[in-house]
């Protein structure tokens, strides 16, 4: 079984500050997908990484994959309260198994 | 497209009973999971579907669960019988064959084992 440990677990922060969330495993993947999930819904793909080394940004979250392969983290700039929620980061290995890790829960007071 | 489509949106059931647990996927999606998600566990595989072939079976957790998929736009997942333990938010996905596709979520079903 591949592993995914996603740190913090929970996450209390007040709005318009900074967060990074990270995504660590000992397993190589050949793309990473980060995933936000709010109450009574299922996750939606937020963004895939692919290329070791990758950095994508989307408004004012950055998501990096490492060089290996193996790990990523999410960077959220100035939060906003609508930033609020399960942010799951999911491996996906050759056979296109989706893994998912085990969510940092995400709350931006105002 | 209506997205995946799950029902029923809520079970509650007695210890014991059998629960069947329905996926619709996305038209033209050939890759089917379903996951089951509590706070402790987080969001686990249960199986994984290839053009309705089960590929991975290793996350489900006893013999008590079985999954079918008899056709590409239907799955099921029967639990028999249920436990109190079982109780979670079950939620089927489907995507596109191949690597690096969005997989799209239903909204899940609230299973609850009394």
């Known amino acids: 079984t591949q592993l995914l440990e996603q740190s913090p677990q929970f996450l209390s922060i007040q709005e318009g500050e900074n967060l990074t969330v990270y995504c660590n495993s000992s397993s190589v993947f050949s793309s990473l997908q980060w995933y936000r999930q709010e109450p009574g819904e299922g996750p939606v793909l937020l963004v895939t990484v692919v290329t070791g080394g990758e950095v994508k940004k989307l408004k004012r979250l950055t998501f990096q994959f490492g060089d290996a392969r193996k790990d990523s983290s999410l960077h959220i700039t100035a939060a906003q309260t609508g930033d609020t929620g399960l942010y799951l980061c999911a491996g996906e290995n050759a056979g296109n198994m989706l893994t998912f890790g085990g969510g940092t829960r995400l709350m931006v007071k105002p | 497209d209506a997205g995946v489509i799950q029902s029923p949106r809520h079970e509650v059931t007695e210890m014991g009973q059998e629960v069947t647990l329905r996926c619709k996927p996305i038209s033209g999606h050939n890759s089917l999971f379903w996951y089951r998600q509590t706070m402790m566990r987080g969001l686990e595989l249960l199986i994984y579907f290839n053009n309705n072939v089960p590929i991975d079976d290793s996350g489900m957790p006893e013999d008590r669960f079985s999954a079918k998929m008899p056709n590409a736009s239907f799955s099921t997942l029967k639990i028999q019988p249920s436990e109190p333990r079982d109780s979670a938010v079950y939620f089927c996905?489907?995507?596109?064959?191949?690597?690096?596709?969005?997989?799209?979520f239903g909204q899940g079903t609230r299973l609850t084992v009394v």
């Open positions: 996905a489907s995507k596109v064959g191949g690597s690096n596709t969005e997989a799209f």
